[in-house]
T-cell receptor, first 110, second 113 residues
Framework: SQQGEEDPQALSIQEGENATMNCSYK?????LQWYRQNSGRGLVHLIL?????REKHSGRLRVTLDTSKKSSSLLITASRAADTASYFC??????????FGKGTHLIIQP | NAGVMQNPRHLVRRRGQEARLRCSPM?????VYWYRQLPEEGLKFMVY????????ESGMPKERFSAEFPKEGPSILRIQQVVRGDSAAYFC???????????FGPGTRLTVT
């Protein structure tokens, strides 16, 4: 099945800096999604990018997709303490559900 | 519009007991998914249901696990004769369409003692 793998596994930056996370997957996709999970909570959908899109913005989030390299990146600009969370990319979402990677654990230091 | 609701939030069971996890999808959402998350891992798909139908259960263990989504009431994930390895967080998600964003509940944390 399709699988997203995030890189790095963990990232610690200062508040106000930008955070970049990468995701690679293995097979063709219709879309790719990014989710955030705060400790002990459910996942929150952040953004969906379709296979025919190269870049998408939502507030301080910017997602890119390179289908030739089977990779995506999530950029969070001007990070805040509240951005501390785990971030997952996911592919699929059809009858066999979403396939998630292990996530990037982001820590924003004040 | 209330979000996806799951209960209980925490469930403790002794080995051999049964665990029942409930999920009420968002209003208007006919697609329901169950996922399991082990510590420090991403979520793993278990089963996909629509009203009264199991569409894909390829991620669910063949034994002891079952799921349903009746015409009336919440979706239920049932684990019979639980073992310690069943300890995990179980998340339910719903969506109005296939291949679109999914909305997750807060999860049920199952601990088997």
């Amino acid at each position: 099945s399709q699988q997203g793998e995030e890189d790095p596994q963990a990232l610690s930056i200062q508040e106000g800096e930008n955070a970049t996370m990468n995701c690679s997957y293995k097979t063709s996709i219709n879309n790719l999604q990014w989710y955030r999970q705060n400790s002990g909570r459910g996942l929150v959908h952040l953004i969906l990018i379709r296979s025919n899109e190269r870049e998408k913005h939502s507030g301080r989030l910017r997602v890119t997709l390179d289908t030739s390299k089977k990779s995506s990146s999530l950029l969070i600009t001007a990070s805040r303490a509240a951005d501390t969370a785990s971030y997952f990319c996911a592919t699929g979402g059809g009858a066999d559900g979403l396939t998630f990677g292990k996530g990037t654990h982001l820590i924003i230091q004040p | 519009n209330a979000g996806v609701m799951q209960n209980p939030r925490h469930l403790v069971r002794r080995r051999g007991q049964e665990a029942r996890l409930r999920c009420s999808p968002m209003k208007g959402h006919s697609h329901v998914y169950w996922y399991r998350q082990l510590p420090e891992e991403g979520l793993k798909f278990m089963v996909y249901l629509q009203k009264e139908n199991i569409i894909d259960e390829s991620g669910m263990p063949k034994e002891r696990f079952s799921a349903e989504f009746p015409k009336e009431g919440p979706s239920i994930l049932r684990i019979q004769q639980v073992v310690r390895g069943d300890s995990a967080a179980y998340f339910c998600a719903s969506s109005p369409y296939l291949d679109r964003e999914q909305y997750f509940g807060p999860g049920t944390r199952l601990t088997v003692t």
